[in-house]
Structures are given as structure tokens and as C-alpha cells.
């Protein structure tokens, strides 16, 4: 049973930075493909970022040249680099892990919060 811990969500100016991070355990971290999502209020959960074994990223529209998703096989921890946050960024941020040989076994973290605010 993989095991997701977010942190790093915090409050922060708008223009600002922050880096999230996910630490993974339970698991062959090199197995699972790795994403962020967020809630933001009255939203519906939302992709952000992924990120593959092998490091292919992807990225949703809202946040491309701002986030960076990347990964550390060395310590099974995935992060996301925020840059140049916006109100609209506010959510809470999840992390995701899904292995790479059985998509039905799919993980999601606790959550944490993201609040860009002046």
C-alpha cells in the first residue's frame, strides 16, 4: 500500500513562490507515475502537473511556464516548483500516484493548503 504525504502549502503573496513536496513510501517509487491535482474552493479537482518514471512531464494549461513538476528516485519524493503565483492558484493541492503495470491501483495524499493572497 503506497503511502502519499504532502507538505509546503502555505500562504504567500501574490507574485510569489512556493515549492510542494509529496514523500512516497509503501511502494516501488519507480513504478509509479506521479501528479499533482488541486480543489480549489467550489471547484472541481483539477489536474496540474504529472510526471512519469521515466520523467515526461506534463502540464495543464493554467500553469504552464509557472510550475515545474519534478522527481527524486533517490528519496521517493516528488515536487512542485510555484512560480509566479495568482489568486486563482489558491487550492488545496493533492498528491498523486498511480502504478505503472495496474492503473486501477491508484493513491492520493491528504492535501495540503495553498492560499495566494495579499
Known amino acids: 500500500q503506497v503511502q502519499l504525504v504532502e507538505s509546503g502549502g502555505a500562504l504567500v503573496q501574490p507574485g510569489g513562490s512556493l515549492r510542494l513536496s509529496c514523500a512516497a513510501s509503501?511502494?516501488?517509487?519507480?513504478?509509479?507515475?506521479m501528479g499533482w491535482y488541486r480543489q480549489g474552493p467550489g471547484k472541481q479537482r483539477e489536474m496540474v502537473a504529472g510526471?512519469?518514471?521515466?520523467?515526461?512531464?506534463d502540464y495543464a494549461d493554467s500553469v504552464k511556464g509557472r510550475f515545474i513538476i519534478s522527481r527524486d528516485q533517490a528519496t521517493s519524493t516528488m515536487y512542485l516548483q510555484m512560480n509566479d503565483l495568482k489568486p486563482e492558484d489558491t487550492a488545496v493541492y493533492f498528491c498523486s500516484a498511480m502504478h505503472i503495470a495496474d492503473p486501477t491501483k491508484n493513491y492520493w495524499g491528504q492535501g495540503t493548503q495553498v492560499t495566494v493572497s495579499s
Open positions: 510526471i512519469t518514471p521515466g520523467r515526461t512531464t
Open positions: 509503501g511502494g516501488v517509487f519507480s513504478f509509479l507515475s
